[in-house]
């Protein structure tokens, strides 16, 4: 069965870069997009950015562009998210989740939280 | 990137029907066959329960069923259960290739 799984979370200092992985076992990786999904405490959902099939095309959320680099590696068959001059209001539970054919995210890890504080 | 509105909360009683409105822009809900909807229960991953506006996914049960007209979409939930209680999201692809999500209802049932 399709499985992700988040990692790399924990508490970064304002300013600082954090990595987030998600591997992804269940499916054939490199034939889906994967999103970046985020939720701080208490709040909703919020999109934070997408990449193609082949990582040949990113789109970002205007709150995360320029800061958020989303890659993958099909060989390892894991998604990255380089987070780079965090901020307090990046705090929050990040979702990787795989994509159903453009139409909407079909499959979502069980998150990992961030928390951004000095 | 202004998020979907939705309401914040919504509730009715065991057995009825409610509908959750998600109002977007012609640059996305209105522009796009792309509105999906999630529910997600406290401490819990979200779950996709529509996509293409009214397709459910395998699994899902069909007392859940979406439409859309014009900049709207909505959620209907039929013969409401105790477990329906949580949040529900929509969300819909736009014309700048990213994606957008709704505020989230609470959908309570009394």
């Known amino acids: 069965q399709v499985q992700l799984v988040e990692s790399g979370g924990g508490v970064v200092q304002p300013g600082r870069s954090l990595r987030l992985s998600c591997a992804a076992s269940?499916?054939?990786?490199?034939?889906?997009?994967m999103h970046w999904v985020r939720q701080a405490p208490g709040k909703g959902l919020e999109w934070v950015a997408v990449?193609?099939?082949?990582?040949?095309?990113?789109w970002y959320a205007d709150s995360v562009k320029g800061r958020f680099t989303v890659s993958r590696d099909n060989s390892k068959n894991t998604l990255f998210l380089q987070m780079n001059r965090l901020r307090p209001e990046d705090a929050a539970v990040y979702y990787c989740?795989?994509?159903?054919?453009?139409?909407?995210?079909?499959?979502w890890g069980q998150g990992v939280l961030v928390t951004v504080s000095s | 990137q202004s998020a979907l509105t939705q309401p914040a909360s919504v509730s009715g009683s065991p057995g009825q029907s409610i509908t959750i409105s998600c109002t977007g822009t012609?640059?996305?809900?209105?522009?796009?066959?792309?509105v999906s909807w999630y529910q997600q229960h406290p401490g819990k991953a979200p779950k996709l329960i529509i996509y293409a506006v009214s397709n459910r996914p395998s699994g899902v049960s069909n007392r859940f069923s979406g439409s859309k007209s014009g900049n709207t979409a909505s959620l209907t939930i039929s013969g409401l259960q105790a477990e329906d209680e949580t949040d529900y999201y929509c969300?819909?692809?736009?014309?700048?290739?990213?994606?957008?999500f709704g505020g989230g209802t609470k959908l309570s049932v009394l």
């Open positions: 012609s640059s996305d809900v209105g522009g796009y066959n792309y």
């Open positions: 990449i193609s099939k082949d990582g040949s095309n990113q």
């Open positions: 269940g499916f054939i990786f490199g034939t889906y997009g």
């Open positions: 989740a795989r994509d159903r054919l453009d139409t909407a995210l079909e499959y």
């Open positions: 969300s819909s692809y736009t014309s700048s290739s990213t994606w957008v």
